[in-house]
């Protein structure tokens, strides 16, 4: 069966107009008609577009629920969860899973040895043997530079301001 008439068959079946799908789809409504009665064919970008403004996956489009069915389990789940994202997101999608297995595909002929490297030693925790700031003798704003505790100092006075016009 021709494409342009099983995406007909399909568009009716959900009782969509061609205004409908077209708008679900983003594609216009003239382009949609000439598919329909085989004047024009449609991109696989386009093919995508209206298989998410009928609700169901390229595959299911292009080869019915035979082909979707012998599909393992795993890529049944995926094409499941493919028919609710939008044209540009499954753009992305296509896009990131050809990068993963081209990247799988130079690692095997740049490392066809590939040996899994061990985990690196964890390094030791520092042992600290001053004492910390809650058991100090001394006081530890001691150890501030001059310009800081100026800044402190400032910060103390405003404080104190803010809080006696409060109490007022």
Do not use: C
């Not at 595959?59 to 599909?71: K, Q």
């Not at 490297?117 to 001691?142: G, L, S, T």
């Amino acid at each position: 069966m021709e494409i342009g008439k099983i995406i007909a068959e399909l568009r009716e079946s959900r009782g969509l107009s061609m205004r409908k799908l077209a708008e679900k789809s983003g594609i216009s409504q003239s382009f949609i008609s000439k598919i329909e009665a085989g004047e024009k064919q449609p991109t696989i970008d386009s093919l995508l577009k209206i298989s998410t403004g009928l609700g169901i996956s390229l595959i299911e489009l292009l080869g019915g629920n035979r082909i979707a069915e012998s599909l393992p389990p795993d890529l049944q789940d995926l094409l499941t969860s493919a028919r609710n994202l939008t044209p540009v997101q499954l753009k992305s999608l296509n896009l990131f899973i050809k990068s993963m297995t081209e990247q799988s595909a130079i690692k095997d002929v740049y490392h066809p040895l590939r040996v899994e490297e061990p985990e690196p030693e964890p390094e030791p925790k520092p042992v600290y043997n001053e004492r910390i700031a809650a058991h100090r003798e001394d006081n530890p704003m001691d150890d501030l530079p001059e310009e800081a505790l100026k800044r402190v100092e400032e910060i103390k006075e405003a404080y104190r301001q803010k809080h006696q016009k409060n109490n007022r």
